[in-house]
């Protein structure tokens, strides 16, 4: 019996050791908090020893502290790319490794919230399924999209006569487009393929293949070089003479991911995007991928034939010598210059 009692006792002894044994984990952050980009994040852990060789911190696989002793430090959240960031700590001791881990979502502030003046309408084509719009030297460079139906045109203004057009050819589905100098750049949608055409003659001059983003949805040029969305949540980075991609971003608001990235246009050192079957716009820091704010068009077109599967707002264009905004959609009537308002 008291043989019994000693092994009952031990097993009890044995049993609150291990569970008043210390875990090594994170305090802080907690596994799957949200921060705020440009938040100080404390980084702090449970210890199970005080007494260790080094303890070393990484994000994402990169090394960011070394220390030998249970101190906490801060995490400058600017320094990182929005979306879940992953860290690790690794204990060393007695010539043994412990790894804690945790993960982060890094997500911008609120974007501001707009709406809309509307300053003036004019005619459009209703034929046109518009998928790119710019504005240049007086006229409007338009892309339409369908197989069969897919052109590039430039428009009056004041009438909407097309007085120029490119057919794509049968097999193209056309997409976004920009201008670069005497060269007009042409998107595809499934097809691979973009093309560069004469801006004076509309002769293609050139194709180019995708990369990475295998889908072309919407292009703009910052002045230095393209960017090219997919129907994704990233913006794609590409040589403007190459047309190879140099990288990419990720596009989030304060709420995660923002998807289907439609038409760009770029405003005053921003991307400006339609999302895809949303009448709304957003504004696109094209730095850090943060939606610094939203514009909602909701009421803009009241066409009572409108299709809500098919003749979404799609296409934006920016005088950026009279500051002028339009905005139009896939075979509406009209073509709208607005004035965008702070809520």
């Not at 501001?112 to 399924?129: G, I, K």
């Not at 990475?212 to 292009?219: F, H, R, T, V």
């Not at 704010?293 to 009279?322: C, F, M, Q, S, T």
């Amino acid at each position: 019996m008291k043989q019994l009692l000693g092994a009952s006792t031990l097993l009890i002894l044995f049993v609150l050791g291990c569970k008043t044994q210390k875990k090594f984990d994170f305090v802080s952050p907690k596994d799957g908090a949200t921060v705020v980009f440009g938040q100080t994040i404390p980084v702090k852990l449970n210890f199970p020893d005080t007494s260790f060789d080094s303890v070393v911190y990484a994000v994402d696989g990169q090394v960011i502290e070394r220390k030998s002793d249970t101190s906490t430090f801060n995490l400058d959240s600017k320094s990182y790319a929005l979306g879940n960031r992953s860290l690790t700590a690794k204990l060393y001791a007695n010539g043994k490794e412990n790894i804690a881990y945790s993960n982060i979502v890094i997500l911008p502030e609120a974007a501001t919230q707009y709406s809309f003046e509307l300053v003036n309408e004019f005619p459009h084509d209703t034929s046109a399924f518009t998928q790119g719009l710019e504005f240049s030297n007086g006229f409007l460079y338009e892309t339409t999209g369908q197989k069969g139906e897919s052109t590039l045109r430039k428009v009056e203004v004041n009438t909407g006569k097309v007085v120029q057009k490119a057919d794509l050819g049968d097999e193209y589905f056309g997409e976004g487009m920009t201008i670069i100098g005497d060269k007009i750049i042409v998107l595809t949608w499934r097809e691979n393929v973009g093309f560069v055409f004469n801006k004076a003659t509309f002769a293609k001059e050139q194709t180019f293949e995708y990369q990475n983003s295998k889908e072309g949805w919407g292009i703009c040029y910052d002045g230095t070089r393209l960017i090219k969305s997919d129907g994704s949540n990233k913006l794609y980075f590409l040589d403007p003479i190459t047309f190879k991609e140099t990288g990419s971003i990720a596009v989030f608001d304060e709420n995660g991911e923002v998807d289907s990235i439609n038409e760009l246009e770029f405003i005053d050192g921003k991307v400006y995007a339609n999302i895809y079957q949303k009448d709304v716009l957003v504004i696109i820091n094209p730095e850090n991928g943060a939606v610094e704010g939203n514009i909602n068009l909701v009421g803009l077109y009241k066409n009572p034939k409108r299709l809500a599967h098919e003749n979404e707002l799609n296409g934006i264009a920016y005088d950026h010598k009279d500051k002028r905004f339009f905005v139009t959609g896939k075979r509406w009537n009209k073509l709208f210059e607005i004035k965008v308002v702070k809520r």
